[in-house]
């Protein structure tokens, strides 16, 4: 499980998106496993919705 709480200040670098990718991916088990990934005040993050690039 990974848990991000952006109002949280130990948390504040990762309020800016491209951090924010590259924490979860490091956080997040290898690909094929099941993670519960908590994102609270996503908010906070820096352009939260927009498009993902992906798309």
Do not use: H, T, W
């Amino acid at each position: 499980m990974v848990v991000v709480e952006f109002d949280d200040n130990r948390f504040e670098e990762l309020r800016e998106r491209k951090a924010l990718r590259e924490y979860v991916e490091k956080a997040a088990p290898d690909e094929g496993a099941q993670c519960y990934i908590i994102l609270d005040e996503i908010q906070m993050v820096e352009a939260f919705e927009r498009e993902p690039s992906y798309r």
